[in-house]
C-alpha cells in the first residue's frame, strides 16, 4: 500500500458519506492531510458555498456549523463561489482546517452541503491521507481514543 492515498467523490447536499478503513493493514494508521471541495455543476453561473466535514463521531456533523471543541472533527473545508454574471469570474477561496495529528484506526463521516439557502445541488470532495506505522501500544491508544470519541 502506498504511504498516501485518496478518497474522492460527489455527495448530494446535506449528505454524508462513510470514509472506510476497515480491513485496512494491521499495525498502521492514517492522518487526514488534505480536504478540498469543489461544485459538481452550474460552475462560474451561480454562487455557491459550499462547506464540508470529516469526523470520527458516530453521527455527521453539520458542516454549516461545525463545533471545534467537538474531539471528534478531524477536517473543515469552506469554498465560497461568488457569481458576478455571465462572463465576469468568481471569487474562489478554499478555506481547510485539518487535524493532522488525528491518527485514524476507524471509519469517518464524511458531510457536505452547499450553504446557499434551498441548494441542491451535489458537491465534490477529495480527501489526502498519509499511512503512519504504529507500534502495538500506540495502535492500541489511537484505537481506544477513536472508539471513545465514536461511543460518546
Known amino acids: 500500500m502506498p504511504s ?3 478518497m474522492k467523490g460527489q455527495t448530494s ?13 494491521k499495525g498502521y494508521g ?16 451561480t454562487g455557491q458555498e459550499l ?6 463521531n458516530n453521527a455527521a456533523m453539520d458542516p ?3 463545533d471545534f471543541e467537538d474531539p471528534g472533527l478531524i477536517g473543515v473545508a469552506y469554498f465560497p463561489m461568488t457569481s458576478l454574471g455571465v462572463g465576469n469570474s468568481g471569487v474562489n477561496n478554499m478555506i481547510t482546517v485539518i487535524d493532522d495529528s488525528f491518527v485514524v484506526t476507524q471509519d469517518l463521516i464524511l458531510t457536505v452541503a452547499d450553504a446557499v439557502s434551498g441548494s441542491t445541488l451535489s458537491v465534490n470532495w477529495l480527501c489526502k491521507f498519509e499511512k503512519v506505522k504504529l507500534s502495538q501500544s500506540a495502535e492500541a ?3 481506544y481514543n477513536q472508539f471513545t470519541i465514536f461511543d460518546d
Open 51 to 56: 462547506v464540508g466535514s470529516v469526523t470520527a
Open 30 to 45: 492514517f492522518k487526514l492531510t488534505r480536504f478540498e471541495l469543489w461544485p459538481a455543476s452550474a460552475i462560474g453561473t
Open 4 to 6: 498516501e492515498f485518496i
Open 64 to 66: 454549516i456549523n461545525p
Open 141 to 143: 491508544v489511537a484505537n
Open 13 to 25: 447536499t446535506g449528505a454524508s458519506e462513510v470514509l472506510n478503513f476497515g480491513g485496512r493493514n
